[in-house]
């Protein structure tokens, strides 16, 4: 039986609708966000059916969580497939979670095939890929690849001013795993993430596969206006520090310096915050994030001027900083890994397509530390970070086939 033909459309769409409760919303998508009661739950259903198994699970200082299925060479490196659980707060039920889905149906796919290795082959989930909770996102695996210090990422707080490290000890304690000690990270001979596309390029095109070619440049920011509380009815506007308007006219001068002829640079205000937010009292405070992404490191660091010089010129009367949060740089995959996710598409019959990624990816980070490629399956109108958020049986199996190819093929290099 090849381990292609042993993966399980049934039992991969079960897990799915399984692990979808966890969360769940009323229309339909999921709130697990990093870190959460609901992703503790993720976690312990994950550790659940990889026990039941016979895998061994570990997690490290950051809370990645690893799924081994060993290998007959113990000294060799492990290949590593896996993606994130945690979710958008108005996410759909397959973004991050079919990649790590995929990734265990994977190894239950080697097991049941009978098929042995000669590397191991770890599954993961990374912790807080998404960064909606807690910025910046991709941490997990940031922290695994030196990208990020793991100490300051312990430090970080949530809007509410929870520290992630408490929240990690709260979620490591619901959702216990045998620690790696030490420093997050270990030496890999290769990784490989699925994913759903986010875009509709693949159903436009009527393709199953996406052969991921790289990932986009991205960059995140925090702008904080500070002014000064006043009262609402008494406070002429000469008089004023409204930190609000000085904010909304910054903003607006940031959306006219980003909004290019060809549409490819991508400028994202995804969250504002107003303070003391009473509608009787001048604003004094208003903090608002910036996501901002092109395929070239140039463009991103000529808007990053842009941007800097925006804040200066539109903080009076109030006083304005922007701080950057984090910067990747765009991501060329392995090319020998890219063209392998290709052959085993074509093996399969799957038609296939060679192309980037506008979504930022745990892999933008792993393949600065190993040879590192991604799987796309389409996704309904290509919607992502939407609860309407949808994809198929049968593609999300065959994006699992081909991973399943790919992984058994990497592992007996
Ligand atoms: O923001 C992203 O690109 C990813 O979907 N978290
Ligand atoms: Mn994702
Ligand atoms: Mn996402």
């Given at each position: 039986m090849s381990v292609a033909s042993a993966v399980r459309e049934d039992r991969l769409w079960q897990r799915h609708a399984d692990m979808a409760?966890?969360?769940?919303?009323?229309?339909?998508?999921?709130?697990?966000?990093?870190?959460?009661a609901e992703d503790a739950a993720a976690r312990n259903l994950l550790a659940g059916w990889a026990t039941a198994r016979g895998f061994a699970i570990f997690t490290d200082a950051i809370g990645n969580l690893f799924v081994r299925r060993d290998g007959t060479d113990a000294k060799a490196l492990p290949v590593l497939s896996g993606s994130h659980m945690d979710s958008q707060p108005?996410?759909?039920?397959?973004?991050g979670m079919y990649g790590v889905l995929a990734a265990f149906e994977a190894l239950e796919a080697l097991e049941d095939a009978g098929v042995k290795t000669r590397r191991p082959v770890i599954a993961v989930a990374w912790t807080n890929e998404e960064g909606s909770r807690f910025q910046p996102g991709a941490m997990g695996s940031a922290v695994f690849a030196g990208h990020n210090d793991l100490h300051a990422m312990l430090a970080v707080r949530d809007w509410k001013g929870v520290v992630l490290k408490d929240a990690l000890a709260e979620t490591l304690k619901a959702a216990p795993a045998p620690l790696r000690k030490g420093k997050p990270g270990f030496a890999l001979d290769g990784y490989v993430e699925v994913h759903i596309?986010?875009?509709?390029r693949l159903e436009n095109e009527h393709k199953t596969i996406g052969v991921v070619t790289a990932i986009q440049g991205s960059r995140r920011y925090i702008v904080e206006v500070t002014g000064d509380e006043a009262h609402a009815g008494t406070t002429p506007r000469a008089a004023r520090k409204d930190a609000f308007h000085s904010a909304l006219r910054i903003a607006a001068a940031m959306y006219e310096a980003t909004t290019d002829a060809e549409d490819t640079l991508r400028f994202t205000i995804g969250r504002v915050d107003v303070s003391?937010?009473?509608?009787n009292t001048v604003p004094g405070k208003a903090v608002f994030t910036i996501d901002m992404r092109h395929p070239a490191e140039a463009v991103l660091e000529v808007h990053e001027a842009k941007l800097a010089a925006i804040v200066a010129a539109g903080a009076a009367p109030c006083i304005a900083a922007i701080e950057r949060v984090t910067a990747v740089a765009p991501t060329n995959f392995d090319p020998k890994v890219i063209d392998l996710v290709r052959a085993k598409a074509n093996a399969l019959k799957l038609a296939n397509m060679d192309m980037p990624s506008g979504a930022g990816h745990d892999a933008m980070h792993i393949a600065k530390l190993c040879p590192t490629g991604m799987i796309f399956v389409p996704c309904e109108r290509g919607v992502s970070h939407n609860e309407s958020e949808n994809a198929t049986p049968s593609d999300l199996a065959a994006g699992a086939r081909v991973l399943a190819e790919v992984l058994a093929d990497l592992a007996n290099r």
């Open positions: 409760k966890l969360g769940g919303t009323p229309k339909g998508g999921v709130n697990r966000q990093a870190l959460s108005t996410g759909g039920r397959f973004d596309e986010q875009g509709p003391p937010g009473s509608p």
